[in-house]
T-cell receptor
């Protein structure tokens, strides 16, 4: 069974631009969560989607948004990019929501110049 | 407020010996705990988990121990192998309303296993 896939793997943007990252969960998984990893803050939860609905949201500004499609694929969008948005963005999928093990993709490395 | 803490940034052990990675948490609502391993430029790989109704879970070379009264969990790797060298994260979740799918991660411990 294929794992979680994320595209693109690497991205370079400039301040003020916006970016969209994509995540395809493991087949059969209906929940997708997004995390941001930075050297200073570690791994931080962004949001979780289940059945096309946002179920939970972390402590990030409204510039960070996401959505989930009927096939469980998910996208996250960051508008008006700031230098501090440079990070590894990780997507994780699980069978359902709640007490389910999350399996991570390889991540998208975003560099904002 | 760091709810999940891994106080040792790094650990070095000899091949064949035991590696013990520690994790402390402050939120008594946490009821599910996981350990992930991460190599550079890759996503975290799930290793093992434990529910708060247990105090031990074993999977091959990996054993996780949970001490709820001390709010402490540990991961034991026996025997350690050079391929185990990676960053290890502990994570916790609390199955309460509005908290679904949210894992809180520690800062990670870099394990180096020397041949």
């Amino acid at each position: 069974k294929a794992g979680v896939t994320q595209t693109p793997r690497y991205l370079i943007k400039t301040r003020g631009q916006q970016v969209t990252l994509s995540c395809s969960p493991i087949s059969g998984h209906r929940s997708v969560s997004w995390y941001q990893q930075t050297p200073g803050q570690g791994l931080q939860f962004l949001f979780e989607y289940f059945s096309e609905t946002q179920r939970n949201k972390g402590n990030f500004p409204g510039r960070f948004s996401g959505r989930q499609f009927s096939n469980s694929r998910s996208e996250m969008n960051v508008s008006t990019l700031e230098l501090g948005d440079s990070a590894l963005y990780l997507c994780a999928s699980s069978l359902s929501t709640g007490k389910e093990t999350q399996y991570f993709g390889p991540g998208t490395r975003l560099l904002v110049l | 407020d760091q709810q999940v803490k891994q106080n040792s940034p790094s650990l070095s052990v000899q091949e064949g010996r035991i590696s013990i990675l520690n994790c402390d948490y402050t939120n008594s609502m946490f009821d599910y705990f996981l350990w992930y391993k991460k190599y550079p430029a890759e996503g975290p790989t799930f290793l093992i988990s434990i529910s708060s109704i247990k105090d031990k879970n074993e999977d091959g070379r990996f054993t996780v121990f949970l001490n709820k009264s001390a709010k402490h969990l540990s991961l034991h790797i026996v025997p350690s192998q050079p391929g185990d060298s990676a960053v290890y994260f502990c994570a916790a979740s609390a199955l309460v309303t509005g908290n679904t799918g949210k894992l809180i991660f520690g800062q990670g411990t870099t394990l180096q296993v020397k041949p």
